[in-house]
């Protein structure tokens, strides 16, 4: 069975800094698709980032980034120059390929994410 | 364009009863899931609609569980006799149909449900 695994339920930034977030998943599929979701406090999740596991080069939106090492099933997100609105609670999950189609995600814990001003 | 939006936000109850939770999908978004988070643990998948139908029911807890997609629109899922252990928050997200590009599931805010 597929898991995913977030070792550090909160983390803590400065605003401005640099913070990585860490992902491991386990699975036996070669095609599927990792994501980073962001749910602020009472608000709905959001996508953040995703990536094809098909694909070598690494998914990067804006300030955020990922470091997908799919050998050691590592799927951590960077965000840089971090901002107040960066906090959150972050979900890495993952889902097979389905000819496209996604099925259910499998998340992990979660990372609460704190932003210091 | 609306979001996937869900009723009601907050919902507590005694055990015993019965609630039904509604979740409304982006328009035109033929894959509707459920999941659930309960507190302190993994987000976990519940069920999956194509259109009206069901894909994939494995997420269900048990058969106090009912969840249903009318016409291929808004979804319910209803919890009776609801128990102690149901409490926890209620995702419900939407995707476009499969072989439109990368899929990317939208998720509503939540329900949080409370059994006393």
């Known amino acids: 069975a597929q898991t995913v695994t977030q070792s550090q339920p909160e983390m803590s930034v400065q605003e401005a800094e640099t913070v990585t977030l860490s992902c491991t998943y386990d699975t036996s599929e070669s095609d599927y698709y990792l994501f980073w979701y962001k749910q602020p406090p009472s608000r709905q999740m959001i996508l953040v980032i995703r990536q094809e596991a098909y694909k070598q080069q690494n998914a990067t939106e804006n300030r955020f980034s990922v470091n997908f090492q799919k050998a050691a099933k590592s799927f951590s997100l960077k965000i840089s120059d971090s901002q107040l609105g960066d906090a959150a609670m972050y979900f890495c999950a993952y889902t097979r390929n389905y000819g496209g189609s996604q099925g259910n995600l499998i998340f992990g814990k979660g990372t609460k994410l704190s932003v210091k001003p | 364009e609306a979001g996937v939006t869900q009723f009601p936000s907050h919902s507590v109850i005694e055990k015993g009863q019965t609630v039904t939770l509604r979740c409304d999908p982006i328009s035109g978004h033929d894959n509707l899931y459920w999941y659930r988070r309960v507190m302190g643990k993994e987000i976990k998948f519940l069920l999956h609609f194509v259109k009206e139908s069901k894909q994939d029911e494995s997420g269900m807890p048990n058969n106090r569980f009912l969840a249903e997609r009318t016409g291929g629109t808004y979804s319910t899922l209803k919890v009776q006799p609801a128990e102690l252990e149901d409490s926890g928050v209620y995702f419900c997200?939407?995707?476009?149909?499969?072989?439109?590009?990368?899929?990317?599931?939208?998720f509503g805010q939540g329900t949080r449900l409370t059994v006393v």
């Open positions: 997200a939407s995707s476009r149909r499969q072989g439109l590009g990368v899929p990317e599931a939208f």
